[in-house]
């Protein structure tokens, strides 16, 4: 696209914005230029919480199916727009309601906590919600011989029962991003980088974790590299985020680790990826793709995120 083009398509879709009483909600794992056009660009419980606060007509969502279905639940009148509707997440996708039901069945009285990275079927199950920054303090939030199940991601579920010790049973699923960073590079990068300091999200594989220097949700990492003194970092999650390190930090260093498959060269969100400023200024003009949610699952669904959002107040989150 030429610059001109990229400068008329971003003029537009502001002026539409302002029209239509729309509002731009970005993830971290965007484009750096589609970030930079959100009235708003966060992680996963940040969004949520804007999305659960804004007075918009119409909230378009750079980022995710689940986190696109969240502020749909969350806002019912309000019309959610997702520029691409096969932008999903093979870890949502790793948790069928079928299945789930039955593994609630087999794991009688325990409470159920599930990510937001689940369709709304799956938060319809489920008693609380939680993101990657307020997990380990949903968990603690209740009385300590209260077993637990957890689902989907099984990386997140161990980091949670390193973190607190509870009894949880976690379903088996996993990102597909995230699963597959290199321990052989993060080691290679940190010889040559001996004052880097390793930061990963906790959906990476134990391996990962051990050698981390601090473990975070999107904006947990973001916070770290703020407040942190070293000027090198080397970053296991999808490299969207480090657009906000760089505008953040601008003398710092930060380096992604690539997958396990050396070939491919990058670990991107194919799913994130999939909005681009072309799709963002389409779905704002015809306002399309909408999501759409059965009213009973909005229903059923809204109450474990309600909850989700008290305890993260109450929490100071
Ligand atoms: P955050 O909770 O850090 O936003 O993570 C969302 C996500 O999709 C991680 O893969
Ligand atoms: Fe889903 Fe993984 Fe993409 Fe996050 S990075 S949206 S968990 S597929």
Same mark, same amino acid.
């Given at each position: 696209?030429?610059?001109?083009?990229?400068?008329?398509?971003?003029?537009?879709?502001?002026?539409?914005?302002?029209?239509?009483?729309?509002?731009?909600?970005?993830?971290?794992?965007?484009?750096?230029?589609?970030?930079?056009?959100?009235?708003?660009? $966060?992680? %996963? !419980? @940040?969004?949520?919480? =804007? &999305?659960? /606060?804004?007075?918009?007509? #119409?909230?378009?969502?750079? *980022?995710?199916?689940?986190?696109?279905?969240?502020?749909?639940?969350?806002?019912?009148?309000?019309?959610?727009?997702?520029?691409?509707?096969?932008? $999903?997440? %093979? !870890? @949502?996708?790793?948790? =069928? &309601?079928? /299945?789930?039901?039955?593994? #609630?069945?087999?794991?009688? *009285?325990?409470?159920?906590?599930?990510?937001?990275?689940?369709?709304?079927?799956?938060?319809?199950?489920?008693?609380?919600?939680?993101?990657?920054?307020?997990?380990?303090?949903?968990?603690?939030?209740?009385?300590?011989?209260?077993?637990?199940?957890?689902?989907?991601?099984?990386?997140?579920?161990?980091?949670?029962?390193?973190?607190?010790?509870?009894?949880?049973?976690?379903?088996?699923?996993?990102?597909?991003?995230?699963?597959?960073?290199?321990?052989?590079?993060?080691?290679?990068?940190?010889?040559?980088?001996?004052?880097?300091?390793?930061?990963?999200?906790?959906?990476?594989?134990?391996?990962?974790?051990?050698?981390?220097?601090?473990?975070?949700?999107?904006?947990?990492?973001?916070?770290?590299?703020?407040?942190?003194?070293?000027?090198?970092?080397?970053?296991?999650?999808?490299?969207?985020?480090?657009?906000?390190?760089?505008?953040?930090?601008?003398?710092?260093?930060?380096?992604?680790?690539?997958?396990?498959?050396?070939?491919?060269?990058?670990?991107?969100?194919?799913?994130?990826?999939?909005?681009?400023?072309?799709?963002?200024?389409?779905?704002?003009?015809?306002?399309?793709?909408?999501?759409?949610?059965?009213?009973?699952?909005?229903?059923?669904?809204?109450?474990?995120?309600?909850?989700?959002?008290?305890?993260?107040?109450?929490?100071?989150?």
């Amino acid at each position: 696209m030429t610059e001109n083009k990229s400068k008329d398509l971003v003029s537009e879709i502001l002026r539409m914005k302002g029209e239509k009483n729309a509002v731009i909600l970005a993830h971290y794992y965007q484009e750096g230029n589609i970030q930079d056009i959100a009235d708003f660009v $966060g992680d %996963s !419980l @940040a969004l949520a919480q =804007k &999305a659960a /606060d804004t007075d918009a007509d #119409i909230i378009l969502f750079a *980022g995710v199916r689940f986190m696109a279905e969240t502020a749909k639940i969350l806002s019912p009148s309000k019309k959610v727009l997702l520029p691409d509707r096969n932008a $999903g997440c %093979s !870890l @949502a996708d790793s948790c =069928k &309601a079928k /299945d789930f039901r039955k593994f #609630i069945k087999d794991n009688p *009285g325990r409470t159920v906590i599930t990510y937001v990275n689940t369709t709304a079927e799956i938060k319809a199950l489920s008693d609380i919600s939680c993101t990657s920054s307020n997990a380990v303090e949903i968990v603690n939030s209740l009385p300590p011989g209260e077993k637990i199940i957890f689902a989907p991601d099984r990386n997140l579920g161990n980091h949670i029962i390193n973190m607190t010790g509870r009894d949880i049973v976690v379903w088996n699923g996993t990102c597909h991003v995230h699963e597959e960073f290199s321990l052989e590079a993060i080691i290679k990068m940190k010889e040559e980088n001996k004052n880097a300091k390793v930061i990963v999200h906790p959906e990476c594989e134990l391996p990962v974790r051990m050698i981390a220097d601090f473990i975070g949700s999107t904006a947990a990492l973001l916070n770290f590299t703020k407040k942190d003194n070293s000027n090198c970092y080397i970053i296991a999650t999808e490299p969207g985020i480090i657009h906000q390190m760089k505008k953040t930090n601008p003398g710092k260093i930060f380096l992604p680790v690539p997958p396990k498959d050396s070939t491919c060269g990058c670990s991107e969100c194919n799913f994130m990826k999939l909005i681009t400023m072309e799709k963002i200024y389409r779905c704002l003009k015809t306002e399309k793709p909408e999501i759409h949610v059965n009213s009973k699952i909005i229903d059923d669904a809204r109450k474990p995120i309600i909850r989700m959002l008290e305890i993260s107040q109450k929490q100071g989150l």
